[in-house]
């Protein structure tokens, strides 16, 4: 590969990825003993605990929602996720983020079910290596499902952008420093809405459109994942229960 | 709605299926949608990870979660902490429902008239209960707002407090005694005061592993 290239002749990018390519994954749900779900993620090189409490009473009181309940989300980095040690508490960026998450959940989450109460959503980023708030979503989502949480869908995560003026899927660290564009986004998988939508630098309409459709079919392959996370978590679940039962009745 | 009419044949009971929030299950005309499910624009969808359960008699449709999360409904029975007394009510915070190990979604502040605190003649909420007391109690109802009661000998005073030194009492006949300041209590104590179990699905598994244990 050239010196300094992004994506070769061959569209090879600079891990061996091809352009539609994401990294791998690595996703399991119902890992945390004490929280009501929890999931945990690898993708490339991201580690994304997240864990879901609730729904419970929301406090203070004055934050309730009479009518619906309210989705608050934590995102915080580990002040070792980064290669230079980050100040530990919530950032201009980290709150922004939680921002934009609990937004994306409160569109699938059926907040009617419980006035007055509060879901909360913790995500700890253990690891950083570009697209942690992707990573951050996916899990998150797994962990409110883990949770039983009623939702209208699972929904996934994933970036898309430019470099060397190539559109590309799921950015790694080089790509996202050097690259032209990075469009992180989130879609409700069952009906290919947009839950969440950011862009940092600049891209053509045409590459607008074309990395959006890559986006949402990665989105929907990391869909897949999401429930063969839960199936294996629930599996072993529904076997445990069927034993216990049947040693129970003396079967 | 008579069913009779109904020349469809029942489906046979299929077996369990797991579904995922989001996975189409049906068509409205075809079921109700129940627990774990919702309809949305004619079709009805799972909300919830769980088991399909069909009800083919009442056709419903409902989505049986493993861990769902508790809402209070009338009859559970209550673990709450006393938050206040008064005259004709006192006030108590619900912690958990007993058999579930999750925390309780929605209000939590229950309150209980002094007509529902034994089932013989009370006087006043005063002297039956003492803020700080863990209770089990009943809740008889949700709406306007959460009501309990502690008649019946299994409810009432799981673990009382001094009102002294608050140190935790012990049963004396059918009084609390406190051991530092040598005074008894007459107040409305449940048929097991003391160390309570309140049993989950999670610690029944626990408890069974120490009984073993503890055979030597």
Redesign the interface.
Known sequence: MEEGKLVNDKGIRVDGRRVDELRPIKLEAGVLNRA?GSAYIEWGKNKVLAAV?????AHPRHRQDPARALVQCRYNMAPFSVSDRKRPGPDRRSVEISKVISEAFSH?V?REQ????TVDVFMEVLQASAGTRCTALTVAAVAL??????????ISSCAFGKADGQVILDLDKAEDNEGQADVPIAI???TNEIVLLQMDGHITKEEFDSGLKMAVDACHRINEMQ?DA??RR??V??DTHEAVKAISEGV | MSHSSDSRKDEPPKE?K?V???DELAVSEEYIAGE?T?D?RGKI?A?????VELDSKERVLRVK?????VMLKNGDDVIAVVSGTRESMGTADVVQVEGRE???????NGSIHVSKVSSSYTKSVKGEFYIGDIIRAKVISIDPSLQLATTGKRYGILRGYCTQCRLPMTMKGNLLYCESCDSTDRRKISSDYGDTWVETEKNKKHREHMDKKEVP
């Open positions: 009501d409490y609730g729904p419970r009473e699938v059926l419980f006035p007055r109460a499902a883990d949770a039983g949480i009623p939702m209208r869908d699972i409700v998988p069952r429930r839960l199936r629930y599996s679940t529904a | 369990k797991l995922f929030p989001g774990g919702l949305e969808y909300s919830t990870v769980g088991i979660a493993f861990n769902p999360p999750r925390s309780v979604s929605g209000d939590t």
